[in-house]
């Protein structure tokens, strides 16, 4: 009788396929982290911080990879091609895998079919800003002026996260700023502080020091809530812009197929690090706010994105290259 229990449990161990016999031990070996951007980025540097804490959490190295290109879609691409097991990632900002199938006409894969969500991870909130001397104290103010004369506002290029937040707003204020792209967020903060365009949308880490020394004016914050950093804001909800929510926000992903119980695994581990005092704080000085969520909770915070954004770049006619 215990011989013939023994060859069942093992016919039956042989029968399961090769992820359910690695799912009680994962991780057995180090995972890969791929960052679609350069190292020394906004992600790159969360991407870090998050590493470091599930290398503890995991007890195997996560270890960070940058792969930069094609507005990041060389690094999802990357993902989307890798074995479904569990050992390789993402961790992306809502850039390459909500928007950029609006402005790229030759994606090789869909985020929403290819990509498997695992949480939320971090998320850096953007505010509406003016050069002082514009003659507008808040936000209906600020709509009205835009309603008698052109105004122009600048972006650190076409299709990404600045402009997009400044076309959102054009539709939801019934406004029609004037967009001017350049090079990268700073040169566009320092042509504001110089007067020579008239509002910004841009991250809070960028602005608040520019912010705090006078040298723009804040009118409102681009989130659902008021943040503390600055608190005097008003959101765009009460400043009387509705439906109004725009900002950076992070997650980490695998490959579509990875096994559920290794997405839950990662996903518990992302809750316990994103929960962790030390590593909020790290986050917090790097400029983002640690968020976590159910893989669940990502994917429809996905497709609210992918719709709402689609929405953005064909009303605006945004395209790029």
Known sequence: MTLRLSRRALLAAVALPAPALAQGAYPTRPIRLVVPFAAGGGTDIVARIYAQKMTELLGQPMVVENRAGAGGNLGIENIVRSAPDGYSLVLSSNGPVAVNRHLFRDMTFDPSKDLAPVSLTFRIEQALVVNPSLPVNNVQEFVALAKRRELTWGSGGAGSSLHLA??????????????????????????????????????????????????????????????PLVPELPTMQEAGVANYVAGTWGAVFAPAGTPEPIIGRLAAATKEALTHEPTKAALARAGGDALYSTPAELADTLQREIALWGQVVREANITVG
């Open 166 to 227: 400044g076309e959102l707003f054009n539709l939801r204020a019934g406004v029609k700023l004037i967009h001017v792209p350049y090079r990268g967020g700073a040169p566009a903060m320092n042509d504001l502080v110089a007067g020579n365009i008239n509002a910004m949308f841009d991250s809070l880490p960028s602005l608040v020091p520019q912010l705090r020394g006078g040298r723009i004016k804040g009118l409102a914050i681009c989130a659902a809530q008021r943040h």
